[in-house]
């Protein structure tokens, strides 16, 4: 059984800014994304006429399905926070 990561979200009532797509992506798949995010990064910074980072492009993974670098960030960095503060006793108990 492979383990999902918590980047997967069912749009419920999809506005204009969320995502069409149920991205559900397992941990290696995560772990290459955010590889190609940081090679173009440093491509980035050490050539500067390497091709841009546009935060509109897309995943280059075929199971993303064209899921945009700003929408991947946003759901990984939201999931990340989830994940850290569900176990985490509340401050008023």
């Known amino acids: 059984m492979t383990s999902r990561c918590c980047v997967s979200e069912k749009a ?5 800014l969320e995502s ?3 991205l559900s992506l397992n941990i290696a798949e995560v772990r290459k994304a955010l590889a ?3 090679k173009g990064w440093e491509e980035v910074q050490q050539d500067p006429r390497s091709k841009p980072l546009y935060l509109s492009s897309t995943l ?3 199971s993303a399905q064209g899921t945009r670098l700003d929408d991947f960030a946003l759901r990984f960095v939201l999931a990340h926070h989830q994940k850290r503060h569900s ?6 108990s």
């Open 12 to 16: 419920k009532g999809a506005t204009a």
């Open 20 to 22: 069409p797509q149920n």
């Open 36 to 38: 190609s995010l940081r």
């Open 60 to 62: 280059p993974l075929p």
């Open 87 to 92: 176990g985490a006793p509340s401050a008023t």
